[in-house]
């Protein structure tokens, strides 16, 4: 909304702006993740793979369905931007919009990411994270992010008028060209909006802007996903390191990010299967 209104406040201004919001979508219907079943399964669990994601780059993973992930941060606090897709189907990708949506502007433990339409399931379950005990700050900030985009290079040229190759949007179309072969324009059509991974956000009191402040994560810390669906993921370590002054910069502190990848012991999983997509018939009323 415009900071100086142009159009003059009705008479029931007041009475208007104090009508009780209702939420949009009310979970209470929303199938629910058997978290009792993943802690079970994530006591004994092996490593399979380990992934190190260079600092001001990206790099791709595989996770089979009923497995675990985790993102770790390393030498230093470092932000990374995620994107997941079907393994098998890189039109099958996170929606970040219909998930804030669904659980709000930050996830954490129990929360889904969910895929866009036609398929409309989750693709992924929060099974555990380290800083969820950092909730909201005074500033309205909070941890892992589903409201920015991805620093990219388009909205820095507009900008600053300068192009800055190694923002997150270009380190992922890197890796998943490199991953999967196919030219660099090609890759990026699939590349979207993020889970802003350990990025501390929120929108100011006063302006409402989206603002970034310093992450409080630290060597050790991580978030963990259980894979509801065989997924390829992409990694970018943010060029702005932790975020508290810039975004795309070569001057910020960057470091390392690990992806270790987990198999549980199956019989912790006995009976599970992945998620259907929607059932919708996409007739559209036709």
């Known amino acids: 909304m415009k900071r100086t209104p142009q159009s003059q406040a009705p008479a029931d201004a007041d009475t208007r702006r104090a009508i009780q919001p209702v939420i949009c979508y009310p979970v209470d219907t929303l199938p629910l993740p058997d978290m009792a079943a993943f802690a079970a399964a994530r006591r004994q669990m092996k490593l399979t793979e380990e992934v190190i994601v260079p600092p001001r780059d990206a790099r791709t993973f595989r996770v089979p369905a009923g497995n675990f992930f985790r ?13 997941l897709w079907a393994e098998d189907n890189l039109s099958e990708r996170f929606y970040s919009g219909k998930t804030r949506a669904l659980h709000g502007t930050h996830l954490s433990t129990g929360d889904r990411m969910w895929s866009g339409f036609p398929y409309m399931r989750p693709m992924a379950t929060i099974t555990h994270d380290t800083l969820d005990w950092y909730g909201f700050d005074a500033d309205g900030g909070s941890v892992h992010d589903v409201i920015g985009t991805r620093c990219d290079p388009y909205t820095s040229r507009l900008l600053s008028g300068r192009d800055y190759h190694h923002c997150c949007h270009s380190n992922l179309t890197r890796a998943l060209a490199a991953e999967t072969g196919l030219p660099v324009h090609q890759a ?15 929108f100011t009191h006063d302006t409402h802007q989206y603002f970034m402040k310093a992450s409080p994560v630290r060597p050790g810390d991580y978030i963990e996903f259980f ?25 910020a502190a960057c470091y390392p990010l690990k992806i270790e990848v987990y198999k549980p012991d199956p019989k912790a999983l006995a009976g599970w299967v992945p998620p259907a997509p929607s059932a919708y018939p996409r007739t559209h009323g036709m």
Do not use: R
């Open 227 to 251: 894979s509801e669906i065989s997924l390829l993921g992409a990694l970018s370590a943010c060029p702005g390191g932790d975020c508290g002054t810039e975004h795309s910069s070569d001057t």
């Open 71 to 83: 993102i770790i941060s390393m030498d230093g606090p470092q932000v990374g931007d995620l994107n």
């Open 188 to 202: 990026e059509a699939y590349v979207h909006d993020v889970l802003n991974v350990f990025m501390c956000t929120g």
